[in-house]
């Protein structure tokens, strides 16, 4: 054998062990990455669970304190209501009483100046 052909035999040689060597590398890997996915997915079963039954008691507490608070703004709106019927009722008289005491003054302010007037 001449000497190309046996640097072309270690040359081949060379090439397939790094070739196996780096498949052991990467099968390694994938591996580790197999065992890695294999815990994450245990992980986000226990936390789905988790979260299912400690969310539904919550969002249950929570349904029935927004239902307390929607009660209780409903009973407030009615207080408002009744007292602002109250406060158009008084402001209403007010006005009234306003307007006949500024005629009757506007009535004997004329009068006044009527009587003055002619002397």
């Given at each position: 054998m001449d000497f190309s052909q046996i640097a072309l035999n270690?040359?081949?040689t060379f090439l397939a062990w790094v070739t196996s060597v780096v498949l052991?590398?990467?099968a390694g890997f994938l591996v580790k990455l197999l065992i890695d996915l294999s815990k994450l997915s245990k992980n986000l079963n226990e936390t789905s669970v988790m979260?299912?039954?400690e969310l539904k008691p919550t969002l249950k507490e929570l349904n029935e304190t927004l239902h307390t608070i929607n009660e209780l703004v409903k009973s407030t709106d009615k207080g408002v209501d009744s007292v602002k019927t109250i406060i158009e009722r008084v402001i209403g008289k007010t006005k009234l009483l306003s307007e006949s005491i500024f005629g009757g003054f506007l009535?004997?302010?004329v009068s006044m100046l009527g009587l003055f007037s002619k002397k």
């Amino acid at each position: 054998m001449d000497f190309s052909q046996i640097a072309l035999n270690q040359g081949l040689t060379f090439l397939a062990w790094v070739t196996s060597v780096v498949l052991i590398v990467v099968a390694g890997f994938l591996v580790k990455l197999l065992i890695d996915l294999s815990k994450l997915s245990k992980n986000l079963n226990e936390t789905s669970v988790m979260l299912n039954t400690e969310l539904k008691p919550t969002l249950k507490e929570l349904n029935e304190t927004l239902h307390t608070i929607n009660e209780l703004v409903k009973s407030t709106d009615k207080g408002v209501d009744s007292v602002k019927t109250i406060i158009e009722r008084v402001i209403g008289k007010t006005k009234l009483l306003s307007e006949s005491i500024f005629g009757g003054f506007l009535k004997g302010f004329v009068s006044m100046l009527g009587l003055f007037s002619k002397k």
